[in-house]
Structures are given as C-alpha cells and as structure tokens.
C-alpha cells in the first residue's frame, strides 16, 4: 500500500474550567497523628478528599513503622484537591454507569451497547467475550487552581462522649475552581473493528449478513442522534491503516466525516453540561475551550495547554481519515 500522509483535525483538544463547592469525590480514610504522640496509636478516624501528590506517611520509626503525620498539616497549594477523570467519567456517563458487562443480556444485545454514545465514546470491555471498544475520550483529573485554597480540618466528636475513641474528623473546602484538559482522538472514534486480528474487536459477528446489518444499525441511530441523514458507518472486509507497509487489514466499520461530527458534538455536550452533585458538595463545567486540532508535529498534541495557535472552530476543515478499505 502507497503511503498518503494523513490530513486533517486529527483530535478535538478542550480545556475545562469548572466551579463548585465542598468535596465531591473523597478518598476515604486515613492514619493520622492525634494532637499528642502517635506512634503507637495513629487516629484512624480521618476522612481525605483527594489531593494532588499527598500522602500521610512522615517517615518511619526504628521498628519500621510508618510515622504519621498530623491532619490539619497540609499545604493545599503544594497538593490540591482534584476530581478524579475516573469519577468525571463515571458522572459523564451517568446514565449508564451501573451497567454489568458480564451479563447475560448485554452479552447477548451487543449490538446495542455498540449503537450508544457510551459504548461509541468511552468504551467498553466485556470479560466473558473479550469483546472491546477502546475509549476514544482522554480525560485530565480537574485540579483546584483557587488562588486561596479552602481546605480546612474540621474536628468533631461524637454526641455525649469526650473520650479519644469517639474522635473524628474530615479535611473539608468551600468555594472551588477546577482546571482541566481532555481530548477526542478521531482516530479511536471513526474507526469500529470487527475483526480479531489485533485483538481489538467490538463484537463476534461471523457473517457477511451480520456485519452489514450492524452497519445499517449503526448509520440509524447516528442520523437519529444527529437529526440528519447524512452520517454513514460504512462496512468493509479489509480496512487498512494509512501508510501500512502491507494490506493486511481488519474487518470492521468506518464512519464519515458527518457521523464522526455527531459523535464529536454529542461528547462535548455532555462535557459542557456536566455537573456532580454529592451530600455536602457540588461541581459544574463553567467554560469550555475548545481546539480543533490538525497539527502534524509532535510538538501539536494537546497544544491548547500552551495558548499558542488553536483553531476554535471546525469551519470547513475535514476529520482526518486514518483508514481505508482494500
């Protein structure tokens, strides 16, 4: 195979900045020193948010135990609170999030998973068939950027007892600012194999018949997402990445630039209308920035970070196809 340089907006790049207040994804809890000695009974009765790069740990006595340290000892510029991209995605996803791929039905329904933004965008992997979708979304943890950081250490007790074991307390914030960065790898998202070669395969279909039928399934549901007829996910037996040396290729389905846009913009959506609320705490998208980017060097990727040249609208600008059928 000839090899053709790849062109185009190879991955949609954004920045987030997000608003809130309190603590929406917590750590769990933590050894800390008492306000006396604690080397032999560290207060296990603290609970953490998560902070960048923090741990708990101070050392080690002679015997080779950990030395703790205190809980209201913590420099929240040097380790800020953070929600972690597992937890955005979770949230993101919500409404699908409690889905167990070892069941019976989604084993057997496949296909449905497949015609979703989830199973399209984040993914999945199915342990009994080793059936997979590699997430085309990169998400970033959003780190508190507050200029003045609003962790504090509450200490409490339980009603009507004043002894040490009734002792608890948590590491609590108020106002916060969040900053982060994610990207959509059109590569990932155009491209849907059907074939086990590279051990890669979204679903076992075995048959011509079937594989075209997924197709049609899935050129439905993309003009439906989009109120459009123009989305095609286009079947073929031998799609080939662009500059193989060889032929060989895989089984499986690419969609058009119409059908990658819908997907594009279904994600972002969802990014700019993002929200957590938990018990005593809240986060919302506030900003999204946003690069349409089709840089060719290394020195491109993720470039938003570096406020250089972004191209914030997709104009007329085409998605770069990675893929061919021979």
Request: hydrophobic share 35%.
């Amino acid at each position: 195979m000839k090899s053709k340089k790849i062109t185009g907006i190879r991955s949609v790049d954004f920045k987030i900045v997000a608003k809130g207040h309190g603590v929406v994804n917590w750590n769990g809890s933590a050894k800390f020193n008492p306000f006396e000695d604690g080397k032999n009974k560290p207060y296990e009765n603290h609970t953490m948010p998560k902070l960048r790069g923090y741990t708990n740990i101070d050392g080690y006595w002679d015997d080779g135990k950990p030395k703790y340290k205190y809980a209201n000892d913590i420099d929240f510029e040097k380790t800020p609170l953070y929600i972690s991209q597992n937890c955005i995605r979770h949230h993101l996803f919500r409404e699908s999030s409690f889905l167990d791929l070892q069941s019976k039905e989604i084993i057997e329904n496949l296909d449905r998973l497949l015609c979703s933004v989830l199973g399209l965008v984040r993914g999945y992997v199915i342990p009994h068939t080793e059936n997979k979708r590699t997430s085309a979304l990169l998400l970033e943890d959003f780190v508190d950027i507050s200029e003045k950081p609003t962790g504090n250490f509450e200490q409490m007790t339980k009603a009507g007892k004043k002894d040490n074991t009734s002792l608890f307390s948590k590491t609590t914030f108020g106002e916060t600012l969040y900053n982060a960065y994610g990207s959509i790898s059109i590569e990932q998202l155009q491209f849907i194999s059907l074939d086990n070669k590279f051990s890669r395969q979204a679903i076992t279909y075995s048959s011509e018949k079937d594989r075209k039928a997924l197709a049609k399934k899935m050129t439905d549901f993309l003009n439906e997402l989009g109120e459009t007829d123009k989305a095609e996910a286009i079947y073929h037996e031998n799609y080939v990445r662009n500059g193989s040396i060889y032929d060989i290729g895989e089984a499986g389905i690419l969609f058009n630039d119409e059908a990658v846009d819908i997907l594009v913009k279904e994600t972002l959506d969802l990014l700019e209308n993002l929200t957590i609320r938990q018990a005593k705490g809240y986060m919302y998208v506030d900003s999204i920035e946003l690069d349409y980017n089709d840089g060719s060097t290394a020195k491109d990727m993720m470039r938003i970070k570096d406020n250089g040249t972004i191209n914030s609208l997709k104009n007329d600008k085409k998605y770069a196809h990675y893929f061919v059928g021979v």
